[in-house]
């Protein structure tokens, strides 16, 4: 009271000093408070700690899934194989031949998740694009799978023809994929189409490929002025069609046949990369696991310290 009369008598306002545990609780969240200054790094790497075991178990199922779908689809993409190879045999394969109207059909997935492979699919296409890029020529895309399209929409948008998601929804057969490829044929104009796909390998391989299919026109231009695609005018040719007819027929069958071939080689490379993916996540998932816990008990360690110091230090106090 006579301080509080001595500051009314200099003029001065006299403020009560705030208690020591209020501006304490202020400086500290609501939502920590309870827990003390040496509580919330321990809380927080114990919660960093839940979150990465659980992203650990997700990783874990996820590689389990995608092995257990390589399986299914390996002997497929095997065998689907023998459907282009007469293909190659007879006619070849032409990539440096000159078409003026190129489409380029990119074969993705609609999921993520697998590393780079959809990525690898979609910079061949647009190297490509810039080989064959010229007033002349014309380029155009036929997108199969959500990963290509969100890509390829970017700078490509008026260059794409035909967009087709969900393919792999339900296991494909080559009835649907010959569907597919019948849709594509009927809404593009193309002298040489580029399917460009990723080749399966093994697990933790795939090798970027691109299968050239020519149009019946192409081919017969390329069968007159000799070369590989000479050859077939060796072969006798049985029915009443024409030869241009046959060789329409022929076109439609080995696009429908190396489609097919390369949905299949491409979800194999999907589940295969998905599943290298998996395991690298979950290996490190493992380490990050390590760390945090060695940081949790370095900090439990050093709040136990200093707890002990501050009950020695009180009880040498009242001692003394």
């Not at 890029?133 to 036929?142: G, H, M």
């Not at 490829?181 to 809404?187: E, G, I, P, R």
């Not at 007819?245 to 190396?258: D, M, T, Y």
Request: proline share 3%; with cysteine.
């Amino acid at each position: 009271m006579a301080m509080a009369a001595a500051f009314r008598r200099e003029g001065r306002r006299f403020v009560s000093p705030q208690p020591i545990t209020a501006v304490r609780s202020s400086l500290i969240p609501e939502d920590h408070a309870p827990l003390g200054l040496r509580s919330i790094s321990t809380q927080v790497v114990r919660n960093r700690m839940k979150s990465v075991k659980n992203i650990q178990k997700i990783t874990k199922a996820m590689k389990m899934v995608a092995a257990s779908k390589l399986r299914l689809i390996q002997t497929r993409a095997e065998n689907s194989r023998g459907l282009w190879q007469p293909f190659t045999a007879l006619l070849g394969d032409a990539p440096s031949v000159d078409a003026k109207k190129n489409v380029i059909v990119t074969v993705s997935s609609d999921k993520g998740l697998c590393g780079g492979i959809n990525s690898t699919a979609v910079k061949i296409s647009r190297a490509f694009n810039k080989l064959t890029l010229s007033p002349e020529k014309e380029t155009k895309y036929v997108i199969l799978g959500e990963k290509a399209k969100a890509q390829l929409i970017r700078d490509s948008k008026k260059n794409i023809a035909i967009c087709m998601t969900e393919l792999q929804r339900n296991p494909l057969n080559y009835t649907q994929v010959s569907v597919l490829a019948d849709d594509v044929l009927k809404n593009v104009e193309y002298d040489a189409l580029r399917i460009v796909f990723n080749k399966f390998q093994s697990v933790v391989s795939f090798l970027p490929t691109m299968a050239t299919v020519l149009s019946p026109e192409v081919v017969e231009r390329e069968a007159e002025s000799g070369g590989r695609l000479g050859d077939l005018d060796s072969y006798e040719i049985e029915g009443g069609e024409t030869k241009g007819e046959i060789l329409q027929n022929l076109a439609e069958f080995q696009f429908s046949c190396v489609l097919f071939n390369a949905v299949m080689e491409s979800a194999c490379s999907e589940q295969g990369a998905r599943m290298s993916a998996m395991d690298s996540s979950s290996r490190n998932a493992g380490d990050m696991l390590d760390r945090l816990t060695l940081t949790y008990n370095r900090t439990r360690q050093a709040s136990i310290t200093t707890e002990l110091t501050e009950i020695i230090s009180g009880a040498a106090a009242l001692e003394g």
